[in-house]
């Protein structure tokens, strides 16, 4: 399994705003004050065209090959 991870667009704008130190700051208190609502808005930037992609790898059980 393929996974978007963070679209292109939002990577660029994060870039440039994590070099507005007040902005920096805000983002790491939301992220220690509400982690749960930062993460349910980042899971909806996760779409094509991404940054990166996460790979998900299975183990087939070892039973299939005996």
């Known amino acids: 399994m393929v996974i978007p991870n963070e679209s292109l667009p939002f990577h660029y704008w994060m870039m440039k705003t ?5 902005w920096d700051y805000l983002f790491r208190l939301a992220l220690w ?3 749960g609502v930062v993460e349910r808005v980042l899971r909806r930037v996760d779409r094509e065209p991404s940054y ?3 790979f998900v790898l299975t183990r087939e059980s070892h039973a299939a090959y005996t």
Do not use: A, G, L, Q
């Open 52 to 54: 990166r992609k996460i």
């Open 33 to 35: 004050v509400v982690p």
């Open 18 to 22: 994590e070099m507005f130190r007040p």
